[in-house]
């Protein structure tokens, strides 16, 4: 997965930058799958870092923006744990990174793309998808999660429910 998207990512900011945000949702699906079924310290870190080697390997080029945006996401998605110190797992606490997440990357890679240039519309979708696939994305590793535990996946290995 994280090799197609890097070769995605480039394709389409090269050539669509408007829909570059639709990517970046994808960066939060292995943070959080691990967090929904584990329930455990730094399983979002860990994942995110480990899917960004795996894309290191088809795509070494992109070292610096894999390692990276692994990094930060997975950080993000700890962090609001870290504040529950491990010990709520409420749904609604899963989609404080995407949200916060993506509207970072989107402010940050808005001044990269010169998205002021574009018409106000256009900005809007910009802006918009940075905001809607990181919460699609969340929403989909959450039931990717769920449909695990349901197939016993996960069992035994899940703590604080």
């Not at 669509?16 to 730094?42: D, E, H, K, N, W």
């Not at 529950?84 to 990269?112: E, H, K, S």
């Not at 240039?117 to 989909?140: C, M």
């Not at 039931?143 to 016993?152: D, H, I, K, S, Y």
């Amino acid at each position: 997965m994280s090799a197609g998207l890097a070769y995605a990512s480039f394709l389409i900011s090269a050539t669509v930058p408007l829909l570059y945000g639709a990517m970046i949702g994808v960066y939060f699906l292995p943070g959080v799958i691990a967090q929904s079924l584990l329930r455990m310290p730094l399983v979002a870190l860990i994942t995110n870092m480990l899917s960004a080697l795996v894309g290191l390997a088809f795509a070494p080029h992109l070292a610096a923006a894999f390692l990276g945006t692994a990094l930060l996401i997975g950080i993000l998605q700890e962090l609001v744990f870290v504040i529950f110190r491990y010990r709520r797992w409420d749904t609604w606490l899963y989609y404080i990174p995407p949200v916060v997440g993506g509207l970072a990357f989107g402010l940050l890679v808005w001044t990269t793309f010169d998205a002021e240039r574009f018409a106000l519309a256009t900005q809007i979708i910009y802006l918009s998808l940075f905001f809607i696939s990181p919460l699609g994305f969340t929403l989909i590793g959450r039931g990717v999660a769920a449909a695990l535990t349901r197939a016993g996946v996960s069992g035994g290995t899940t703590r604080g429910r």
